[in-house]
């Protein structure tokens, strides 16, 4: 793990042995950003799963919604297909629905399986978080698919805050002592 040597003085920082202060949030920022470019996807996956399930984090649906905010239309489109095909489209209908995405609801409810970058325009961050919440009662495991899907994009993660960067980078470094 050559990506590990490069990064073991940043990482030893968030395990148990790094004995000192906690880094200061740029800091924090910074070593997400070194460890994203040197780390595999799926390692800042991991780390990423690790934030979402963290109850030092806010809960999956609302840093889902966060990251969705922060998200193109591709993104957003992305990850709302991701959710969708965890709790079927005629659920996602219904909560569309229910936030007056009539448009959408009627689409997903009459076959439509997937949004378009320009549909998930549409949908608001709050949406967002409320079909990731369904989603994890639905299927637990959409936490680390979505944590996939994310680990692609390494600077929206960022947006999630110097806390939920922190979770991810010890994960990281407990997992690769």
Do not use: C
């Not at 229910?98 to 949004?115: F, V, Y």
Request: glycine share 10%; proline share 5%.
């Amino acid at each position: 793990m050559n990506w590990m040597n490069e990064l073991g003085g940043i990482l030893q920082q968030y395990t148990g042995a790094g004995a000192g202060a906690a880094p200061a949030p740029e800091d924090i920022h910074d070593h997400f950003d070194q460890t994203a470019q040197a780390a595999p996807p799926s390692t800042i996956a991991e780390g990423l799963s690790a934030a979402f399930r963290s109850d030092q984090t806010p809960e999956f649906g609302q840093m889902v919604a966060n990251l969705f905010g922060q998200s193109n239309g591709q993104q957003r489109a992305g990850i709302l297909n991701t959710l969708i095909s965890a709790i079927g489209p005629s659920v996602a209908a219904q909560l569309f629905a229910g936030r007056g995405l009539s448009g959408l609801a009627g689409l997903l409810g009459g076959g439509q399986t997937h949004i378009t970058a320009e549909q998930a325009e549409q949908v608001s961050p709050e949406a967002a978080r409320e079909i990731a919440a369904q989603a994890e009662k639905h299927d637990p495991s959409i936490i680390d698919t979505v944590s996939n899907f994310y680990a692609e994009h390494p600077t929206l993660i960022k947006t999630l805050g110097s806390a939920a960067l922190a979770i991810t980078l010890a994960k990281i470094a407990s997992s690769y002592r």
